[in-house]
Every structure is written in structure tokens, then in C-alpha cells.
């Protein structure tokens, strides 16, 4: 089988060379794999142009195997630039190793949930060592299709095409996709994940507009929703065989949906349940919504109830730091947060095949990165990306 070595260079702390050249290489000498190509990305959108090139370039009967070191966010334009690439025959079964060299490593901490006691470097190298092993085993990816909408112009203006994206670990709006956005601007003075948390104060005070529809997936044919006291999904309420869409107003503080992950960062256990779901069952999507008109103190939308409600936000987000304690928090009477009694979830976790944003004016300032109609839905399992894994018991 043709094996890729690819890594983005400036991923992270930007030691994904030194790390191949000190572990991964010797790693696959040591196990007589001779790989096709070993390259570095130069610049964004740059691995999906070597793959492509590379499969355009050859018969592709057989699949291709790819090490891949960088975090999520290379992970997510290979799997996009091989979807927009033009080719005449289907692409084949395409296998990763993958290497934690980003910052976050999503779907690599939700693949191989790290434990305190492990060697930082075995750690890095258990995709591979799965792949060179006598007897590799290989989980498929789910994939989310998302698709944007331009913002409605007004006729003869013509409105620019939609956008399509495919996601393989989150799909968000509110204060999550406002995090990544700004998050980005703080990469050079900071290369770990403190960044993401400094995004997060900067926006935790916001609130975004919109009507939501949720689908259900196959299978249960409904909308699911975590029920703390069961300790298990359960329909949703809205939610029949007849009538299975879930129309919900916000405003919303927190939107977010996963595929194929539990967790954003090692610690960061936003959808805990998600592999929960077993290999083969109908794909799904886990999201995690936090809507302020759920607090029964909550009158109206004002800066000062904005603040007030930052700091509930803030105990939700450090309630999935511990093991994603979040989806068992719920409002006391006097509104204060509370792990006992029956009343209301702080947070809505929602199990569905899909969801759509149609996002609505409110008299406060949105965000950007929210302001458009998002449509996220997932697909079947595509059988042409596999994860190398072991085991999980
Ligand atoms: N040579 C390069 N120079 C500049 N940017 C690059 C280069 N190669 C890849 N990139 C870009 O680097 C960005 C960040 O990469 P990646 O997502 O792998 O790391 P990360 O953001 O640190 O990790 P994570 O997504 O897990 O938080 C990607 O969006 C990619 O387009």
C-alpha cells in the first residue's frame, strides 16, 4: 500500500519536524515501511494538493495511506480539498495515522483519551505504531456536511454561491465559532490552548439570534435529548415519529455539534456521550446548546443580564473541563447552578442527524462568524477515510 508522509510545520508549538525526524521516521524504518513521499506543507490548503496530485498522478487501484501530523484544522482541508477535486474516477480508500502535532488534536484525544501517567512521545505515536502493527485496526469518519448561505441581497443583485464544508470533528455557531475566529488572531503570541480560553472571555458575554431546526437521525427516527436522571437520550419532547423537527428560538449563547469526537482538547469534554454511539449505527451528531431563556431568572436581554449570565456560562465551560460534568447541571429556583433537583438543564445536549441556523436580527450587535444561514447535516459513514487506532476497551 503507498504510505504519504505529511506534516504542517507550523502546527502547535511548530515541532512537527523535529518530532518526525527524532520519532516518526525511525518509527517507520524500524518497521520496514519506505514511504512514497515525505513532504511538508508550505502554505494553507497545500496537503490537499499534495494528495490530490499525488492520486491524479498514479492508478489508484489500491488505497493510500497517509501520516499526518498537524492538529484538526489540516486534518479538515485535506478532507475538503479532496472532496472539491476534480477526477474523473472515485478516489480510493484512503487510511491516516494520525500524529498530534496541532493544538487542540480533537480527534486525536477523543481517539486515544490521554492519561496522565503516559509518556508524552509513546503518546504522540500510538496512531502509528497501530498502523505498522502486525494486526492494524482502523475506525471510519463520520462527515458532516455544512453548507452556507450568503447573506439575502436584495434583487438584481445576485447573491455568491453557497459554501460547502465538510466537517470531521465540530460544526458550531455563538460563542464557540467566535472563539475560533478570534482565537486565530492570538496564534503567534500564543501557541497552546490558553489561546482558546482568552478567545472565550473576550466573547463569553455575547448572544446570538436565531430560529433552529433540529432533524432526526436514522435510526430512532426522532430528535434526542440527554436526560441527566436517566443517564441516557431520550426523545425530545417536540420530537414524534409523525413530527420529528425541533423548532427552537434563542437567543443562543453556546451552539455546537461534534462527529467522531467526545472532546475539543484533551480536557475539554464538550459532547461526553459521543462514542458512546457504537461503529455502524447511524451517524449522528452530538450538540451542546446553552439558550439564556432557560434560566428562570432570565426577563430580558439587556448588557447587565449579559454579564450576569457570562458567569453561569463560564461555570458550564469548566464543568466540561471536569469530564463533562456540564450536561448534568441544571437551574435551582433562586437560579443559581445546581447538580440536585429537576430542574431545567443548563444545557440542551441534543442527539440528531442534523440542524439548520437561520440567523435572526436582535437589537444587540451579532458576531460575525454567526451571521449567516448555516445547514449542517451528517452523511452516512464514507468509507474512503479510516483512522488508524487500537483497540479501545
Ligand atoms: N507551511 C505553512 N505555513 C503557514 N500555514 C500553514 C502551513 N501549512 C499549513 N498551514 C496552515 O496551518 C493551519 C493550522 O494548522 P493545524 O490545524 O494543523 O494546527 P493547529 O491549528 O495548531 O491545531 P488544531 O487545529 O488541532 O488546534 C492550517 O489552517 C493550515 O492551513
Same mark, same amino acid.
Given at each position: 500500500?503507498?504510505v504519504?508522509?505529511?506534516y504542517n510545520p507550523?502546527?502547535?508549538?511548530?515541532?512537527a519536524?523535529a /518530532?518526525?525526524d527524532?520519532?516518526?521516521?525511525?518509527l517507520?524504518?524500524?518497521?520496514?515501511?519506505t514511504?512514497?513521499?515525505?513532504?511538508?506543507?508550505?502554505?494553507?490548503?497545500?496537503?490537499?494538493?499534495?494528495?490530490?496530485d499525488?492520486?491524479?498522478?498514479?492508478?489508484?487501484?489500491?488505497?493510500?495511506s497517509?501520516?499526518?501530523?498537524?492538529?484538526?484544522?489540516t486534518?479538515h482541508?485535506l478532507?475538503?480539498?479532496?472532496?472539491?477535486?476534480? =477526477?474523473?474516477?472515485?478516489?480510493?480508500?484512503?487510511?491516516?495515522?494520525?500524529v498530534?502535532?496541532?493544538?487542540?488534536?480533537? *480527534?486525536?484525544?477523543?481517539?486515544?483519551?490521554?492519561?496522565?501517567?503516559?509518556? @508524552?512521545?509513546?503518546y504522540? *505515536?500510538k496512531?502509528?505504531?497501530?498502523?505498522?502493527?502486525?494486526?492494524p485496526?482502523?475506525?471510519?469518519?463520520?462527515?458532516?456536511v455544512?453548507?452556507?448561505?450568503? @447573506?439575502?441581497?436584495?434583487?438584481?443583485a445576485?447573491a455568491?454561491p453557497?459554501?460547502?464544508?465538510?466537517?470531521?470533528?465540530?460544526?458550531?455557531?455563538?460563542?464557540?465559532?467566535?472563539?475560533?475566529? #478570534?482565537?486565530?488572531?492570538?496564534?503567534?503570541?500564543d501557541?497552546?490552548i490558553?489561546? /482558546?480560553?482568552?478567545a472565550?472571555?473576550?466573547?463569553?458575554?455575547?448572544?446570538?439570534?436565531? =430560529?433552529?431546526?433540529?432533524?432526526p437521525?436514522k435510526?430512532?427516527?426522532?430528535?434526542?435529548?440527554?436526560?441527566? !436522571?436517566?443517564?441516557a437520550?431520550?426523545?425530545?419532547?417536540?420530537?414524534?415519529?409523525?413530527?420529528?423537527?425541533?423548532d427552537?428560538i434563542?437567543? /443562543?449563547?453556546y451552539?455546537?455539534?461534534?462527529v467522531?469526537?467526545d472532546?475539543?482538547?484533551p480536557?475539554?469534554?464538550?459532547? @461526553?456521550?459521543?462514542?458512546?454511539l457504537?461503529?455502524?449505527?447511524?451517524?449522528?451528531?452530538?450538540?451542546?446548546?446553552?439558550?439564556?431563556m432557560?434560566?428562570? /431568572?432570565?426577563?430580558m436581554?439587556?448588557?447587565?443580564?449579559?454579564?450576569a449570565?457570562?458567569?453561569?456560562?463560564?461555570?458550564?465551560?469548566?464543568?466540561?473541563?471536569? #469530564?463533562g460534568a456540564?450536561?448534568? *447541571?441544571?437551574?435551582?429556583? #433562586?437560579?443559581?447552578?445546581?447538580?440536585?433537583?429537576?430542574?431545567p438543564?443548563?444545557?440542551?445536549?441534543?442527539?440528531?442527524?442534523?440542524?439548520?441556523?437561520?440567523?435572526?436580527?436582535?437589537?444587540?450587535?451579532?458576531?460575525?462568524?454567526?451571521?449567516?444561514?448555516?445547514?449542517?447535516r451528517?452523511?452516512s459513514?464514507?468509507?474512503?477515510?479510516?483512522?488508524?487506532? !487500537?483497540?479501545?476497551s
Amino acid at each position: 500500500m503507498p504510505v504519504l508522509v505529511i506534516y504542517n510545520p507550523v502546527s502547535g508549538d511548530r515541532s512537527a519536524e523535529a /518530532f518526525f525526524d527524532e520519532h516518526v521516521l525511525p518509527l517507520l524504518a524500524q518497521h520496514g515501511v519506505t514511504p512514497d513521499k515525505v513532504i511538508a506543507t508550505e502554505s494553507s490548503g497545500h496537503v490537499g494538493s499534495i494528495v490530490a496530485d499525488y492520486l491524479l498522478s498514479t492508478v489508484h487501484a489500491q488505497p493510500l495511506s497517509i501520516v499526518l501530523g498537524s492538529g484538526d484544522g489540516t486534518l479538515h482541508e485535506l478532507i475538503n480539498e479532496l472532496n472539491n477535486a476534480p =477526477s474523473s474516477k472515485p478516489f480510493p480508500r484512503i487510511h491516516l495515522a494520525l500524529v498530534p502535532c496541532g493544538t487542540a488534536n480533537a *480527534l486525536y484525544s477523543s481517539l486515544f483519551p490521554p492519561s496522565s501517567q503516559e509518556d @508524552p512521545v509513546e503518546y504522540k *505515536l500510538k496512531s502509528v505504531k497501530a498502523f505498522v502493527s502486525a494486526d492494524p485496526h482502523s475506525v471510519p469518519l463520520n462527515l458532516a456536511v455544512n453548507v452556507l448561505s450568503p @447573506p439575502h441581497v436584495r434583487p438584481p443583485a445576485q447573491a455568491p454561491p453557497k459554501q460547502v464544508s465538510i466537517s470531521a470533528v465540530v460544526a458550531s455557531t455563538s460563542l464557540h465559532a467566535s472563539i475560533l475566529h #478570534d482565537s486565530e488572531a492570538l496564534r503567534a503570541s500564543d501557541p497552546t490552548i490558553e489561546r /482558546f480560553k482568552t478567545a472565550a472571555y473576550q466573547n463569553i458575554a455575547r448572544w446570538y439570534y436565531a =430560529s433552529v431546526k433540529l432533524f432526526p437521525r436514522k435510526g430512532p427516527e426522532v430528535v434526542e435529548v440527554y436526560d441527566p !436522571t436517566a443517564g441516557a437520550f431520550v426523545p425530545h419532547e417536540s420530537s414524534t415519529e409523525d413530527e420529528p423537527i425541533v423548532d427552537l428560538i434563542g437567543p /443562543f449563547s453556546y451552539f455546537l455539534s461534534t462527529v467522531n469526537v467526545d472532546r475539543l482538547e484533551p480536557a475539554f469534554r464538550i459532547t @461526553p456521550k459521543a462514542k458512546e454511539l457504537e461503529e455502524g449505527t447511524p451517524a449522528a451528531l452530538d450538540l451542546v446548546m446553552v439558550r439564556p431563556m432557560r434560566d428562570p /431568572f432570565y426577563t430580558m436581554d439587556s448588557e447587565e443580564t449579559r454579564k450576569a449570565f457570562a458567569e453561569k456560562v463560564g461555570k458550564v465551560l469548566g464543568a466540561a473541563y471536569q #469530564d463533562g460534568a456540564h450536561i448534568n *447541571l441544571r437551574y435551582a429556583e #433562586d437560579g443559581s447552578i445546581t447538580t440536585e433537583g429537576d430542574g431545567p438543564t443548563v444545557v440542551e445536549y441534543v442527539r440528531c442527524g442534523g440542524w439548520e441556523w437561520e440567523p435572526v436580527s436582535s437589537l444587540l450587535p451579532a458576531m460575525k462568524p454567526c451571521a449567516n444561514p448555516l445547514r449542517c447535516r451528517t452523511t452516512s459513514t464514507i468509507e474512503r477515510i479510516f483512522c488508524a487506532r !487500537t483497540e479501545i476497551s
